[in-house]
């Protein structure tokens, strides 16, 4: 098992940044795969960032490209997602989410920190 803790969200305003956080514990050796999604009121959880835990290899929505980074502290099993930028449509609860599998879908999910951007 793998448990997932995210911290860091907030309100800011449009244009601004924030830096969400997400501690895993448990077995973290196991994991292939971290990644950030997102769900705004009314709409469909989405893909945000996602990158190889042995390699920080990055993939990006393309919502997220040139404004949203994705990074990991391997020594403190921390996954980041630095959001500059921001836009009202930023709005959303984000997810942490691990998989262990390459192919198959994520395994484990945090509770997930909202995000507020006001215009």
């Known amino acids: 098992q793998v448990q997932l803790v995210e911290s860091g969200g907030g309100l800011v305003q449009a244009g601004g940044s924030l830096r969400l956080s997400c501690l895993a514990s448990g077995r973290t050796s196991s994991v292939y795969r971290m990644g950030w999604f997102r769900q705004a009121p009314g709409k469909e959880r989405e893909f945000v960032a996602s990158?190889?835990?042995?390699?920080?290899?990055?993939n990006y929505a393309d919502s997220a490209k040139g404004r949203f980074t994705i990074s990991r502290d391997n020594a403190k099993n921390t996954v980041f997602l630095q959001m500059n930028s921001l836009k009202p449509e930023d709005t959303a609860v984000y997810y942490c989410?691990?998989?262990?599998?390459?192919?198959?879908?994520?395994?484990?999910w945090g509770q997930g920190t909202q995000v507020t951007v006001s215009s």
């Open positions: 990158l190889v835990w042995s390699t920080e290899n990055p």
């Open positions: 989410a691990a998989k262990v599998d390459r192919v198959k879908p994520y395994d484990y």
